[in-house]
């Protein structure tokens, strides 16, 4: 862990210090954004991706839409707390509700029945709540093992309980295991459109 820290320190203090009166005034932090970026991509070739094409071609789909629906449920909790800070009330509740029958009916999220139901999925996180409470979103900011942000949202993601649920397990094996496998969910949910993002790029 604090290799990881004195990673992301040396890469902020470059980017930094490249700052003043210098650079794409649309990307002031750019030395220091494609240092980041270079080494999520690093990270991604030797690692990440291997391991979400594994579990992508090695895991039924009846299992990988479980685990999905699993993670997806604890996010409606974040969604429906930043519906309700952005005064949207019913959706706010909606989202709530379809947490708790997704636990419920759908043993701890595995099977969405919620929107069979009618309960609408919504996205929504608490950066955006800050925009919506009239935060700018400040420069491009990619982070570290995370990708791609602003630095209105960055801090963001560890308000939001759908990114901090791990934090109330106090096993280390099993929080650890649950975050490694919702970040191979994530990234093999990428690979499909993968091909066509990287063609269509541009710097």
């Known amino acids: 862990m ?26 002031p932090w750019e030395a220091y ?24 071609n090695g895991t039924p789909d009846f299992l990988r839409e479980g685990v999905s629906n699993f993670f997806e449920n604890i996010h409606d909790i974040g ?7 952005q005064g949207k ?11 708790a029958v997704n636990s419920v009916v759908g043993i701890g999220g595995l099977w969405d029945v ?15 709540t800050l925009g919506w409470w009239g935060v700018p979103p400040g420069p ?10 602003t630095l209105r949202d960055a801090p963001a993601r560890w308000v939001d309980p759908s990114y901090g649920y791990n934090r109330q397990i106090a096993d280390v094996a099993v929080r650890n295991s649950l975050y ?24």
């Open 140 to 149: 491009y900011f990619v982070i570290p093992f995370l990708g791609p942000s």
């Open 79 to 85: 969604t429906g707390l930043n519906n309700i800070l």
């Open 180 to 203: 490694g496998l919702d970040i191979v969910r994530i990234r093999a949910g990428l690979l499909k459109s993968e091909k066509i993002l990287d063609e269509a790029a541009l710097d």
């Open 33 to 56: 954004n494609r240092g980041a970026y270079a080494l999520n991509d690093a990270l991604d070739r030797a690692a990440f991706k291997p391991v979400a094409e594994v579990y992508a």
């Open 89 to 99: 009330v019913v959706d706010g509740l909606g989202d709530l509700a379809r947490f």
């Open 2 to 27: 604090r290799a990881l820290v004195a990673v992301f320190l040396a890469l902020l203090a470059c980017g930094c210090a490249s700052v003043p009166g210098q650079g794409n005034p649309r990307d």
């Open 114 to 128: 919620a929107t069979p139901m009618g309960l609408e999925k919504h996205e929504e996180d608490f950066g955006q």
